[in-house]
């Protein structure tokens, strides 16, 4: 079918607005991040003579290095276990279809829709109890935890999908379940991992409650976390504020603008299984 | 998390006949059982340690008043009568739900119409540049969307600059400190994170209509309003009650972008369930009431999401 040419021209207008409002606040926050520090800057005004030494000084008061070292421990302190179990447990229900698999997925959704903030207040007295409060651990071992609900669901909807044939001419060759999963079923299984990675990364980077509540020391949380204390440090120098915003949420950018096509199809499909 | 109760496939739920067992059989399938578990159990075991306790001592600590320290002491429901019968809490419980009209009806309207307009031209790479643009907002940490609004809504924000330009700067203020204002601001912060979401979902949702239905309608003499309402919408069923889920659960449950763009304020104009808890957990010392509290939120949410599940699931043409 072919659209009307007054459809077309529309329909662009309509998204280039759209991306105009998308872009604006980053725009606005670069522009601010450029003033001369100690300035007080007004809306969008590009300045006349750039200060793109902000940037330097934010890294510095930010300690960049460190957050970023912190953020990456955290990411792969959640993510690959997350991934792991919970491609085990998707095979287990979804495919060798265990006795009480209903039962136990039931359990596994009743978490689904639930919020963080429902957990956060025992989560810390057990963190304290572990005496794990203010280290990484109390952010990566809680994270795993509540990623369960969706990563289950995710992996064993794909592994409900995939032949039992399979399985069963495995077993006929005389494989040993661990082999079946490892040799035949993993491999088979690598897009929706992919995307579960994705989706994983990405939430534990950005994620925020647990890692104010349960961590003090800004160095030791995530990028998102890490972002509320420079905020709290810095709120009224909103030229370096602006310049620490953009340095904390640069490096999400950058693998998202490598992996946009992925992102963008793990975003949707996780949003439409979720 | 974006996640929701879903429409997930189903597929073979019942387990194929087995024959019947000899004694063999039954050995060597009780063992595979056993061994089907071990895979199971290092996430349930996460997921019972660090989710399914924490619930059910969020439930038992509602129940008593306790500063966290001290010893708790039994108060049966009556931290609950307080979420119910406290005029500051309902009203917290009631911004929650306002915001639900911005983070979760106007992403969803908007985006529908955007969707509907933007229905074919995004493919080629002005579809891919669109894409990318409008999921942005999706990828940086919720913080970060706070502190770049927060800047723009402020008073020397772009937002009061070109009010000024226009001639309107009677109307300039400080939009997240403004009594009025400050809630609809916060909204508007969150209906821009999730409407590329929504956009997106939807013109996936709308690329795999059949043509032929547009070719009928318009063959019938429909206009556009027309052709939407019997056909864009009806198809676009499931694809909305994503949408909704996954916005109405980001409304209720809000954090992040209110405790960096207001941290409540002004007075309790702001203040959300999410960030109440937060307070009378680590500020007030008072863990019962937050609990309660907890509790009421997480049902508020399934009372939410339950129903737009089950309306929208499944009877796709």
């Given at each position: 079918m072919n659209l009307s040419r007054r459809e077309q021209v529309t329909g662009r207008v309509f998204l280039i607005v759209l991306i105009l409002v998308t872009l604006l606040p980053f725009v606005s926050m670069l522009s601010a991040a450029l003033q001369p520090r100690g300035t007080v800057p007004t809306g969008l005004s590009w300045p006349s003579?750039?200060?793109?030494?902000n940037f330097a000084d934010a890294f510095t008061a930010a300690n960049m290095g460190a957050l970023l070292r912190s953020s990456l421990l955290i990411v792969l302190g959640v993510v690959p276990v997350s991934v792991l179990i919970a491609t085990m447990a998707g095979f287990g229900l979804?495919?060798?279809?265990?006795?009480g698999a209903r039962l136990v997925f039931g359990l596994f959704l009743l978490?689904?829709?639930?919020?963080f903030e429902a957990v956060v207040t025992p989560l810390y007295y057990q963190m304290q109890d572990l005496g794990l409060?203010?280290?990484?651990w109390a952010i990566i071992l809680p994270l795993i935890g509540l990623y369960m609900p969706f990563a289950v669901f995710w992996m064993r909807a794909h592994f409900t999908n995939v032949p039992v044939e399979l399985s069963e001419a495995a077993r006929v060759d005389g494989s040993s379940t661990w082999q079946l999963f490892w040799r035949v079923q993993v491999p088979l299984a690598r897009p929706a991992i992919a995307s579960l990675t994705i989706l994983m990364f990405l939430w534990t980077w950005n994620q925020f409650l647990l890692a104010i509540v349960l961590v003090d020391d800004a160095t030791k949380r995530t990028m998102a976390g890490a972002l509320g204390a420079f905020q709290g440090q810095w709120g009224t120098d909103l030229v370096l504020l602006c310049a620490g915003s953009l340095l904390i949420l640069t490096p999400t950018l950058i693998v998202f603008l490598i992996f946009q096509r992925q992102f963008i199809k793990a975003l949707i499909q996780g949003s439409v299984k979720g | 998390m974006t996640s929701a109760l879903g429409s997930a496939?189903?597929?073979?739920d019942e387990r194929p006949a087995r024959p019947t067992p000899t004694r063999a059989h039954r050995f060597r399938w009780a063992r595979a059982a056993g061994t089907g578990w071990l895979y199971v159990l290092p996430a349930l075991v996460m997921y019972a340690v660090f989710v399914l306790r924490p619930l059910a001592l969020t439930i038992q600590y509602s129940l008593y008043d306790w500063n966290g320290i001290g010893v708790a002491r039994w108060a049966g429901l009556d931290n609950y009568l307080t979420v119910f019968t406290d005029s500051d809490l309902l009203k917290i419980i009631g911004n929650a739900v306002i915001l639900i009209v911005f983070f979760s009806f106007i992403p969803v309207a908007l985006g529908l119409l955007v969707a509907s307009l933007v229905r074919r031209i995004t493919t080629g790479a002005f579809g891919t540049v669109v894409r990318t643009i409008l999921f942005l907002p999706q990828v940086i940490p919720l913080v970060a969307a706070g502190i770049a609004w927060s800047w723009l809504l402020s008073s020397n924000g772009l937002i009061n600059q070109v009010l000024r330009a226009v001639?309107?700067?009677?109307?300039?203020?400080a939009w997240l400190g403004d009594f009025d204002t400050a809630l609809p601001a916060v909204g508007v912060i969150g209906a821009w994170v999730l409407l590329g979401l929504c956009t997106i979902l939807l013109v996936t949702g709308m690329s795999k209509i059949d043509p032929a239905l547009y070719e009928a309608a318009r063959l019938d003499g429909a206009g556009p309003v027309r052709e939407f309402l019997a056909v864009t919408l009806p198809s676009l069923r499931q694809e909305i009650g994503v949408c909704l889920t996954v916005t109405i659960i980001a409304a209720l449950a809000s954090f992040d972008i209110v405790y960096i763009s207001t941290s409540g304020g002004p007075g309790l104009q702001t203040t959300v369930p999410g960030l109440e808890i937060y307070r009378l957990a680590f500020?007030?010392?008072q863990v019962g009431l937050a609990s309660a509290l907890a509790v009421v939120l997480m049902l508020l949410v399934l009372a939410c999401v339950l129903p737009i599940q089950r309306l929208t699931r499944g009877e796709k043409p």
């Open positions: 003579d750039p200060q793109w030494g979804g495919q060798l279809r265990v006795p978490g689904l829709t639930l919020p409060l203010n280290t990484r | 496939p189903t597929g073979r001639g309107l700067g009677g109307v300039a203020r500020s007030q010392r």
